[in-house]
């Protein structure tokens, strides 16, 4: 008797098992479990909708794939508030309705055109409360890639004057700005994948789209960058870890100016060579929060919100 062969990808393991491994891996990097979710909006100082004029310029944080608000920011967002900026975050991109997609509800799972429209509306909210018409944005991972879909397709910036954009200055911390291999897991992908496992519609289903839209070389990212990685009149400050394992390669993430854009490019390495943070550690590590504090420092004129 003879038995059909599993179709090898040099571990012994199905496909099945190969790309569950590989999300499960991802989700263990990347999420931080929680029994009890807290809350962004239970940081003191963010999220404070109540109408009233402002002195600084509002900082809006945008968390990155399958981490909350409140894990993300929970170091960054004091320290912001401490500084005297009015500071706001959201949790967006989860499951809709009855949406086939992202049926585990991850948050920052959802098809990240989907999550620039929720950004857009979220800044709205914002500036009607705060009376500035504009504000900065720290992206960190997803959150960067979000937020530059949000400049280039969703009312972030105005084509035609610049001095009428939404947005001042965008920080981003690893974010996946040209695409990421996620370490080696983009090549497992692609090898399961031509053993006939759909790997792209499963992740779809399960962890949502915006998982793929993400890889190197993916269609969104190609329509994202199609005619440049800036747009006038904004401020970038991209800082990269050379220890990330996440957003990979890490100097993937660093933008080419385009007209009438200022792009500063950063190796966290370069401000505390010292520093082993990580992907996830962009948020927390004491020489990143500087980093970002300075970034939205120099962008604002303090005398002068609009």
Known sequence: MTSTPTPGNGTGKSPIAVVAAAVGAMIGTIRHA??????VDDIAGVNDFRRRSVRRRPV???HGTWCSAYDTWHTMAPALVERGYPVFALDYGHRRGYDTTNVF???GG???AESARELAGFVERVVAVTGSETVDLVGHSQGGTVAHQYLKFNGGSNANDPTRNRVRSLVTLGATNHGTTYGNKQIVG????KLGFPV????????GPSYAQQLFGSPFIAALNEHGDTVPGVRYTVV???FDTVSTPP???FLEPGEGAVVTNLWLQDVAPDSTAGHMELTTDRAAVGVVLNALDESQDRRQLH
């Open 34 to 39: 929680r029994a009890q979710p807290k809350r």
């Open 60 to 62: 809006v944080l945008v």
């Open 105 to 107: 509800n991850m948050v």
């Open 110 to 112: 959802a098809d990240i």
């Open 190 to 193: 692609a090898v399961v994948e």
């Open 200 to 207: 792209v519609g499963t992740t779809d289903a399960t962890v």
């Open 240 to 242: 990269a870890t050379r």
């Open 251 to 253: 100097k993937a993430t």
